[in-house]
């Protein structure tokens, strides 16, 4: 149960004053659901209105406040002239201007003869002096409150400044006042306020400095969220260790097998990934390692030779894709090979029903199905196994702590093998695995050709359908991805259909259309009309995985490639370059495009390696959005920056595991203030590791 403490912070936005339900999906999209959120939804930068001139003196192009004493109000003799109020003190006049403005309410805010304070930005036009939109109009007795350092938010459209100010306001008054979680001694050497000091310095910064560097208040923070995060995770595997695991160690009888229906050897990272894992199966306890590869680096191949270990150990073994395709896609790999062992393998997802469905169900209970395939629906509860001896997940590109726990929760003393195409830098792996074993399947199986990427104005349209043409008329195959458009499916989708109107007009038929919002088997359908070749031509949005391998595809062309993350990217481009023809992949732009997105597209021109590619965009772009975080489902820091907070990371690291060691129920005075860092960061299902197992 979350601490009663913290209550006041997790309910949601519109428990706040001035947050209606109408405006709680702009909060929502602003910095969360939660009243919480909005505590970590920190300033950009600082204006300072402590500087407060006469009006003859106020310099143009500053922020100033003022007290003057209205005159008179001009409203608009025009519809494209603004509503005027003229304000006087004793050394001159100056303008209020307001574009659209309603009499009215201003005649209420700014009643002639009144004497208020205005604060904005000073202009100079035509000679008079005058301040567009004022930010703050109010009466004299609250000039102290409007003549100080004030922060300023990101915002969205929708919500002004001054309302994002209030209410996050509102939510810093509900903080309440938490236990130290960190080490005092720590705390000291670094010079760190405590939270609640913390955060409210942040929200109420005294100088641009405090919001903007990365000072103590900036670092407290950061670190609070990142051991929060490290700890998460530290006693997710602490919890999996402490669970029995089981001995599994092969004869190597169906391993053989396979292994000579294999048309090719392995791979000096495939034999040493294989070997790794091995040991770990045959140790007595539970194995939970990260087996991180290219796409077409040959995973699939390793999971497969380590299922079979657990078959021949006479158990069970599973391996879960994050999709419907690429679960289809991975049984179309693994069944003919494991046929010619006498294996039995089932393909199970969610669209399975009825009988076919109860068929596998009662395989998977009475062990007559060796090997299964599925999504997600693997796990759910109305699957029983008889005995399951190993988990492959499959995670490309998502990550999720949660299923390896439900997992651990399957079958008796499950050894877990998470699979990731994503090449992740080093320190992201930490964030997102903590200090999981990983084994990295760093080298490609031979006879792979480097894949031609160029990178193109969109201006060059006509060029590039033109490429395309000629690569269809030799027999190849085509995708085209169309961009993530803002935060809107309906606009990618508006995108992708565009394009392919526009490409049934040169090439008819031979165009497929395939998106997100397509029900499976109509994906499906067009999808095996591509693999087949009745169409040469897929036309693609993101938000589906272009997850089938189809080697006769040769030509990867990316709409808008600036908008897109390099491992994204790089693992669309990763879809070509399979068979044995040579590949182009072209990364389509628009101009202009600012440095940092042209440097992002040189490293993916000058290489194919995914790790550098990683290392590289994390260099480039930093932390959060490295990766395209949103897609990738990788951790995302409200408060820490990796490209800032790499060595606090580290620390974080060190921290969580020595406290784990001292006191690994949390029972001490800091591991149950640590408790409650943990759910002030939602970590919830780690906590819940101390009860069970
Ligand atoms: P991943 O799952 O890492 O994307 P796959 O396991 O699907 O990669 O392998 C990609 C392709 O490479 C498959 O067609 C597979 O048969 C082939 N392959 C795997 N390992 C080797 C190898 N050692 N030598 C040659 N080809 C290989
Ligand atoms: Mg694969």
């Known amino acids: 149960m979350r601490p009663q403490a913290l209550f006041p912070l997790f309910v949601p936005v519109t428990a706040l004053p001035g947050v209606g339900p109408r405006l709680a999906p702009l909060w929502e999209r602003l910095a969360g659901p939660m009243v919480v959120d909005l505590l970590w939804h920190r300033p950009s930068g600082v204006v300072d209105r402590r500087f407060s001139p006469k009006i003859a003196e106020a310099p143009a192009g500053r922020v100033a406040t003022l007290t003057v004493q209205v005159d008179a109000h001009m409203p608009s003799s025009g519809p494209k002239r603004p509503y005027r109020v003229r304000c006087v003190d004793e ?4 303008h209020l201007v307001f574009f659209h403005g309603r009499e009215d309410w201003l005649r209420r805010q700014l009643p002639e003869g009144e004497w208020r304070v205005v604060s904005g930005t000073v202009e100079h036009f035509n000679n008079e002096i005058q301040i567009t939109h004022p930010d703050h109009m109010v009466p004299v007795e609250e000039k102290d409150a409007v003549m100080a350092v004030e922060p300023v938010y990101p915002l969205t459209a929708g919500l002004t400044v001054r309302q994002v100010t209030k209410v996050v306001r509102a939510a810093l008054d509900r903080a309440p006042e938490l236990p130290e979680w960190q080490d005092p001694a720590w705390l000291a050497r670094e010079g760190w306020p405590g939270w609640r000091t913390a955060l409210h310095t942040l929200h109420h910064p005294e100088a641009e400095r ?9 670092r407290r923070l950061a670190y609070d969220e990142l051991l929060a995060n490290q700890l998460a995770l530290a006693m997710v595997r602490a919890h999996m260790r402490r669970l029995k695991g089981r001995v ?47 796409v077409g680096s040959g995973k699939t191949v390793v999971a497969l030779l380590a299922m079979l270990s657990a078959v021949e150990c006479g158990a069970q073994a599973a391996l879960m894709a994050p999709t419907e395709i690429l679960a289809r896609q991975h049984m179309a790999t693994i069944q003919p090979l494991a046929g010619a062992a006498g294996l039995r393998v089932a393909l199970l997802t969610g669209r399975d029903k009825g009988k076919a469905r109860a068929a596998i169900l009662e395989g998977l209970e009475d062990g007559s199905v060796h090997l299964v395939v599925g999504t997600h629906a693997l796990f759910q509860e109305e699957v029983a196994f008889r ?8 995670e490309q590109h998502r990550f999720g702590v949660h299923q390896r726990l439900e997992l651990a929760a399957k079958g008796g003393a499950v050894d877990v093998l998470v699979m990731t195409a ?33 990178i193109v104005p969109l201006g060059r349209m006509e060029d590039v359908v033109g490429a395309v043409g000629r690569a269809v008329a030799a027999g190849n195959r085509v995708y085209w991805v169309c961009p993530l458009v803002e935060e809107s499916e309906t606009s990618d989708l508006a995108a992708a259909e565009e394009r392919h109107r526009h ?15 397509m029900k499976g088997p109509a994906k499906d359908a067009v999808m095996a009309e591509f693999a087949a070749g009745t169409r040469d031509i897929l036309v693609a949005t993101t938000v589906i995985e272009v997850g089938v391998d189809v080697p006769e595809a040769t030509v990867m062309v990316i709409e808008h490639a600036e908008r897109f993350g390099l491992a994204q990217l790089h693992q669309l481009r990763g879809r070509v370059g399979r068979g044995d023809k040579p590949s182009s992949c072209l990364l389509l732009y628009d101009q202009p495009l600012t440095e940092t997105a042209k440097a992002r597209l040189e490293t993916m021109r000058a290489t194919e390696d995914g790790f550098r590619i990683a290392e590289e965009d994390l260099r480039l772009r930093g932390g959060g959005e490295v990766l395209g975080t949103r897609q990738s489902g990788l951790p995302e820091f409200r408060l820490a920056d990796l490209t800032l907070h790499g060595e606090l990371l580290a620390a974080a690291r060190d921290d969580a595991q ?7 129920e949390l029972k001490s005075p800091r591991g149950e203030a640590l408790r409650v860092l943990l759910y002030l960061f939602e970590r919830d299902a780690a906590v819940r590791t101390l009860r069970s197992g």
Do not use: N
């Open 91 to 94: 050394t001159g006049f100056l």
């Open 210 to 218: 405090e919001v903007l560097e990365d000072g103590p208040v900036r």
């Open 248 to 294: 599994l160690r092969g004869d190597g009888a169906l391993r053989a097998k396979v292994m000579a229906a294999l048309p090719f050897s392995l791979t000096g990272a495939q034999s040493r990934a294989l070997a790794e894992i091995d040991a770990d199966m045959a140790e007595p306890m539970r194995m939970l390692r990260l087996l991180q590869g290219d």
């Open 387 to 394: 005995d399951l001896g190993l988990a492959v997940i499959d």
């Open 422 to 454: 994503t090449p992740i830098p080093r320190t992201l792996l930490l964030t997102a695995y903590g200090d999981m074993d990983a084994s990295r399947l760093d080298e490609k199986p031979p006879g792979r050709r480097p894949i031609d990427t160029r």
């Open 503 to 517: 490409l049934s007009e040169v090439f008819g038929e031979r165009v497929g259309l395939v998106h997100g919002r």
């Open 658 to 664: 020595l406290m784990l060691r001292r006191d690994p």
